[in-house]
């Protein structure tokens, strides 16, 4: 017990030093505002209406797009024997490469390659398959972003009717 209260106490003071000392950096800022972003995010979870959907919805996302890593290790006999663990670690790291360019082209397969190195992966293997899980899942937003713009019409229709309301064609003046 005094040993987590130690680590804390230590941690505390820290934050504080750090918070005094480069307070005035930009990579301080940078921080401090991601820091306060997801923090407000997370403030944001108590403002929805169905926070557990939206939560179990978010980590259903997130293990399918483990499993799609997942699955297309198979497509290499190089990489056919890898596990959910170096799938965890490319989603982890790809994540971040995704994040640093937007959309993650061309740093994703470099992030992957270099991940993949840890499971012994030849470079050029790691890049291909860095190449192949980054193409499959722009593919599969651009076509599921395609077919959910061409539903919200219909989805958007009914969900006006059922309020009673009129589309704009509807209305007339008399």
Known sequence: M???SGFM???VILVLIVHKKYKHTKVYKKFYNLLT???E???SLTRIKKPLLFVAYTAGIWVLYLLMAYVVFFSLSETAELGLDAGLAVLIFGSIGIM????GIGIYPAIVAETLFLWDIPETKGYAMGWLIWASQTIMILIAGIFSLLLLPIFNKSTHDKKGSHSAQDTSTT
């Open 9 to 11: 106490i230590a941690g």
């Open 2 to 4: 005094f040993l987590i």
């Open 41 to 43: 995010g997370m403030q």
């Open 100 to 103: 640093i360019v937007q959309g």
């Open 37 to 39: 972003g997801l923090l």
